[in-house]
């Protein structure tokens, strides 16, 4: 189903969870342990492990099993399972990083907090959302106002067909950031599967105010427009979804749709 066009694994904040881990390692608490000579050094390879993650998921992981070997220790683990998720070894990454958050101490929540989210993104991308809401519980249960738990949350919720959660965890979000333009449309979505078009047309709309050119919103509003009867509109709109961004995810969806408007002629 279409709920959204944010990317379904956003990284937590890369350089507290490095710093964290390095601090882990050092056997220190906060920032200042990467500060050493040694932290420094490890905070520099840690980072360059996950900047290639993103890039080139296969050489990461290789590397990270080198660096593991040569003493790498967590932060290296760490590395490895991030790339497992660009390599979409989803369920076996999900696995590894809630086995590194299992292996923190108490005294760091923190970091714990932060590798529970990452695996709840992997088990949401391996078709667990069962589990990636559990986790996602666990985490917003400390950390209640985070918007991006939220809409995480709320994205396992609507899979598992439960859209008046999600709408309730997206309420919240909102509260916090009321003109992200995504957890608007998560909501226009979830409001959409439960047959309340108005709603979900308005905040499509303050999507479309908010960001005129952001083809999610587009899309969204065409699938709205398809919906109140109105073919000639949500054509209109798939067009402009494929004017302003002719690839990727969200234009494969504009074009299908478009494809089955002319089949249905």
Aim: glycine share 8%; hydrophobic share 50%.
């Amino acid at each position: 189903m279409q709920v959204s066009t944010r990317s379904s694994y956003q990284p937590v904040k890369k350089t507290a969870l490095i710093l964290a881990i390095v601090g882990l390692v050092f056997g220190q608490v906060g920032a200042a342990s990467a500060q050493t000579a040694g932290g420094e050094q490890q905070a520099a390879m840690y980072d360059a492990c996950l900047t290639q993650a993103d890039s080139e998921p296969k050489a990461a992981y290789e590397a990270a099993l080198d660096w593991y070997k040569a003493g790498g220790g967590l932060p290296a683990r760490h590395c490895a399972a991030v790339a497992l998720l660009g390599l979409d070894a989803y369920e076996e990454a999900a696995a590894r990083l809630e086995k590194l958050a299992g292996e923190v101490p108490d005294a760091r929540i923190d970091l714990r907090l932060g590798l529970i989210a990452q695996a709840a993104q992997g088990w949401m991308m391996s078709g667990r959302a069962e589990r990636a809401a559990q986790l996602l519980s666990l985490v917003i249960n400390v950390r209640p106002d985070d918007p991006q738990l939220r809409a995480d949350r709320a994205v396992a919720w609507m899979s598992l067909g439960d859209h008046w959660a999600a709408i309730d965890d997206l309420d919240l979000a909102l509260q916090r950031a009321p003109e992200d333009v995504e957890l608007l449309l998560y909501r226009a979505a979830a409001y959409r599967y439960l047959g309340v078009p108005d709603l979900a047309r308005d905040d499509v709309t303050r999507a479309l105010a908010v960001d005129p050119n952001h083809p999610g919103a587009w899309l969204e509003r065409g699938i709205l427009d398809e919906l109140a009867g109105d073919k000639a509109a949500a054509r209109r709109d798939w067009i402009k979804v494929l004017e302003l961004a002719p690839d990727g995810a969200v234009a494969d969806a504009a074009r299908a749709r478009l494809e089955a408007l002319d089949v249905a002629r």
